[in-house]
């Protein structure tokens, strides 16, 4: 089964900084089948990269994502206080989430 | 728009059974590949199972912790997606959505019923 390990497990940043989150395979999966979801507090996840680098529908391009094989990132260039938030990475094969990023206000 | 709502959580004891509905409306739900995620509140998220559409097969694949106890159905005449959650245990509490699949992501969810399983 295939392992997906997030880090950092929390991230402290300030609005305006570059975020990147990093999402690594226990073995090599196919870049289509990596996804990124953000999820606020008292909110169900959203999709927010798909494809490993696709953006979703009204994602705004400051998000983006970028890897292949067995080493993910998700990159957030500009922060907005609304980013701030869990992330989560998730490979469709084996159904399996990775435990999260929390990026909060530094 | 696209709508997924939850319904039927609730409270139930260990051994119990509930059944957790799922409206969808907004896009195509017949053609849809469907999934249920749950979450313990405060930790991460976990699939729980799919049920491809009936063009597909309709065949459902569900995670090791669930298998043989839940079953996950669908009624597309009304635009409905079910699961039936049996033998519940103390650890299936969390928060279920419903999603709604686009090739290999989770385009739409829903904003997940709570279950909790307590004596």
């Known amino acids: 089964e295939i392992v997906l390990t997030q880090s950092p497990g929390t991230l402290s940043l300030s609005p305006g900084e570059r975020a990147t989150l990093s999402c690594r395979a226990s073995?090599?999966?196919?870049?289509?089948?990596l996804a990124w979801y953000q999820q606020k507090p008292g909110q169900a996840p959203r999709l927010l990269i798909y494809?490993?680098?696709s953006r979703a529908t009204g994602i705004p391009d400051r998000f983006s994502g970028s890897g292949s094989g067995t080493d993910f990132t998700l990159t957030i260039s500009r922060l907005e206080p609304e980013d701030f938030a869990v992330y989560y990475c998730?490979?469709?094969?084996?159904?399996?989430f990775g435990q999260g990023t929390k990026l909060e206000i530094k | 728009e696209v709508q997924l709502v939850e319904s039927g959580g609730g409270l139930v004891k260990p051994g119990g059974s509930l059944r957790l509905s799922c409206a969808a409306s907004?896009?195509?739900?017949?053609?849809?590949?469907m999934s249920w995620v749950r979450q313990v509140p405060g930790k991460g998220l976990e699939w729980v199972g799919r049920?491809?559409?009936?063009?597909?097969?309709?065949?459902?694949d569900y995670a090791a912790p669930v298998k043989g106890r839940f079953t996950i159905s669908r009624d597309d005449s009304k635009n409905t997606l079910y699961l039936q959650m049996n033998s519940l245990k103390t650890e299936d509490t969390a928060v279920y959505y419903c999603?709604?699949?686009?090739?290999?992501?989770?385009?739409?969810w829903g904003q997940g019923t709570l279950v909790t399983v307590s004596s």
């Open positions: 999603t709604a699949q686009s090739a290999y992501h989770l385009k739409y």
């Open positions: 907004g896009f195509a739900f017949t053609n849809a590949w």
């Open positions: 049920i491809k559409s009936k063009a597909d097969g309709g065949t459902t």
């Open positions: 073995q090599s999966v196919s870049s289509s089948y």
């Open positions: 494809g490993a680098s």
């Open positions: 998730q490979q469709y094969g084996s159904s399996v």
